[in-house]
């Protein structure tokens, strides 16, 4: 089977789930990962800075019990502030209430002066305590309070982010490497998930395929996803149809040349009748040129209906519509099949509910008429009865032909809009019929989007009921809303 080129780019099934949700993976583990070393690096800065706090809190308590005798031989304040600065690898400053450093583990600035904003606002209870990290450290500025609580100076406590830099440095990398596994399995999988899917369909397509070379007997197998057997099912329905079509062409295109045939027999066997019978008289050949012209009669009549036959057909039928009265296109046809009727004195009875106008092709839905009610009186008993109603809603408008004739059997209900079929061949030879009345009357009421019923009792008369919209609009949207209604079976 060629591949047609096409100015369109074209993607599988399979590339397309790929792509979609390594995407979708690639967006979820970047935030995912972005999520875990952003709130890693938060949560180590505000455990450092708690515990830089709780450090210079005990600190200050102490300073401010000592009075600020950090060098006193009763305490080891001095060597204390030394110890955690250095642990901590920051540095401490203690600044009593004149703003004076009193202490300084880096000894620089010890016993000088200082000027700072952050400090004076702690100084001066603006601020009750500052707490940041900046350049790599850690700040923390607490006030010391005597027993009063009257700030008698600050503690300044810095501690280095180092410890909490390289770890977070590890927990990035860490990160990094466990999303890379996970992804590369979840591309394992997610390929896995993907051939598994469309599996299915590439084994339907090269079934397809094959079919398409005109193995029509051949059928989808009906296994795999719920949708992929859905998909099997209905197309195996679609060649089981195509094989009955199939089935019906050849039928039909034999019932053609057999009901052709049979007419251009009957005139050979009359002409070389004539010819033969070399005593034959004028009233011979004048029988005989009669039942002639009666057999060329009926082939033009076999082949009118096989050309209406066509022209209504909905997929060929050029449709001519019209705001028409339904009311006086069949009381034009009653006028017309009246004298059929009066010469067996069948009883023709028409009712009309309502003035009913509709958008249709007034010749073709005349045919159909006309052959219904004709055949409702051929196929009626002596001194029967025909009736024909007309009634309409907001949407459609319906007409019935009801007979009291001979009935259809219920073996062939299914068949009578079959093209050729007649249920009594012999009566329908007698009758002029060809077997293509029915399967017209069809066609043309499909063209129209309408539908026709069958109801029939052997014996007991036949109901031929028509259904068709009064605008080709209220058509198209019952065609949709079917569409619409087999759509939301399949989800």
């Not at 502030?81 to 009593?96: H, K, P, Q, S």
């Not at 004149?98 to 004076?120: A, G, L, P």
């Not at 005139?267 to 009669?290: C, G, I, P, W």
């Not at 159909?368 to 009736?387: F, M, P, Q, T």
């Amino acid at each position: 089977m060629k591949k047609q080129k096409s100015g369109k780019f074209h993607i599988s099934m399979r590339t397309f789930i790929l792509i979609t949700v390594l995407l979708l993976m690639v967006v979820i583990m970047a935030s995912v990962g972005y999520g875990i070393i952003y709130f890693d690096g938060r949560n180590a800065s505000e455990s450092l800075l708690d515990q830089t706090e709780e450090q210079a809190e005990r600190l200050a308590d102490r300073i401010a019990l000592h009075h600020f005798r950090l060098l006193s031989p009763q305490n080891t304040l001095d060597s204390d502030l030394d110890e955690t600065a250095f642990l901590a690898g920051g540095r401490i400053l203690v600044i009593d209430r004149n703003y004076r450093i009193e202490k300084d583990t880096f000894v620089f600035q010890q016993e000088n002066y200082i000027i700072s904003e952050n400090v004076m606002k702690v100084m001066t209870g603006r601020e009750q305590k500052i707490c940041w990290i900046r350049n790599s450290y850690a700040e923390v500025i607490l006030p010391i309070k005597d027993d009063q609580g009257e700030i008698q100076g600050v503690i300044v406590s810095t501690a280095s982010t180092r410890a909490i830099e390289k770890r977070h440095e590890k927990m990035t990398q860490n990160t990094l490497i466990f999303c890379g596994v996970i992804f590369v399995v979840a591309l394992l999988v997610v390929i896995l998930i993907a051939n598994l899917t469309v599996r299915g369909l590439k084994r339907m397509n090269r079934r397809i395929e094959f079919i398409s070379d005109g193995n029509l007997e051949a059928k989808l197998p009906e296994k795999g996803f719920k949708e992929i057997r859905y998909l099997a099912k209905n197309y195996n329905g679609v060649i089981s149809q195509l094989e009955d079509i199939d089935v019906s062409r050849q039928e039909f295109v034999s019932d053609v040349s057999h009901e052709l045939k049979t007419p251009i027999t009957s005139m050979k066997v009359l002409a070389e009748s004539l010819l033969q019978n070399e005593r034959a008289t004028t009233e011979d050949y004048h029988e005989f040129m009669t039942d002639i012209v009666d057999e060329i009669d009926r082939e033009t009549k076999i082949i009118n209906d096989l050309l209406a036959l066509v022209k209504t057909d909905k997929q060929n039928a050029v449709m001519n519509f019209s705001e028409t009265s339904i009311n006086k296109l069949i009381d034009v046809i009653m006028r017309r099949v009246t004298p059929l009727a009066e010469k067996r004195g069948i009883e023709l009875s028409y009712e009309s509910y309502r003035e009913v106008m509709a958008e249709v092709d007034e010749v073709k839905l005349s045919l159909v008429i006309s052959n219904l009610v004709e055949n409702a009186i051929k196929y009626n008993v002596d001194n029967g009865w025909v009736r024909i109603t007309l009634n309409a809603d907001h949407k459609f408008f319906y007409i019935r032909v009801a007979d009291s004739g001979v009935g259809i059997p219920e073996d062939a209900k299914d068949k009578v809009f079959d093209r050729f079929y007649r249920v009594n061949k012999d009566r329908s030879r007698d009758t002029g019929g060809t077997g293509l009345g029915l399967a017209i009357a069809r066609a043309a009421i499909n063209a129209h989007g309408g539908t026709i019923k069958l109801y029939s009792e052997s014996g007991k008369g036949t109901t031929f009921s028509v259904r068709i919209p009064l605008l080709q609009e209220s058509a198209e949207e019952g065609a949709q809303e079917e569409t619409y209604r087999s759509e939301e079976v399949v989800e």
